[in-house]
């Protein structure tokens, strides 16, 4: 089975900085999309930012500040999140579309890493 396992949630003073990773373990053919959802406390998830290939998307409300990267051979991606303001708390979910055979595939979730920005 495919599992998702995100680390790096914490605490952090606004203007800070945390990097989040997400591992991927279980029967994998291949990664194909990974990206970073997060949710607030009575707000809906939204998403924050993908990665897939070449192609890359943020949200607005974190471009510029959070950069997403992706380590293959380890199936793992990274959020790295810098100048943190108390709106970006939340719990942070990792997310992505795995083959785990030429003709299988799936969408999987972590269980999430919470972030916590005090002001």
């Known amino acids: 089975q495919v599992q998702l396992v995100e680390s790096g949630g914490g605490l952090v003073q606004a203007g800070g900085s945390l990097r989040l990773s997400c591992a991927a373990s279980g029967s994998i053919f291949s990664i194909d999309l990974m990206g970073w959802h997060r949710q607030a406390p009575g707000k809906q998830r939204e998403l924050v930012a993908t990665?897939?290939?070449?192609?890359?998307n943020y949200a607005d409300s974190v471009k510029g500040r959070f950069t997403i990267s992706r380590d293959n051979a380890k199936n793992t991606v990274f959020l790295q999140m810098n100048s943190l303001k108390p709106e970006d708390t939340a719990v942070y979910y990792c997310?992505?579309?795995?083959?785990?055979?030429?003709?299988?595939?799936?969408?999987?979730w972590g269980q999430g890493t919470q972030v916590t920005v005090s002001s």
């Open positions: 990665i897939t290939g070449g192609n890359i």
């Open positions: 997310n992505a579309d795995i083959r785990t055979g030429w003709r299988n595939s799936g969408n999987y």
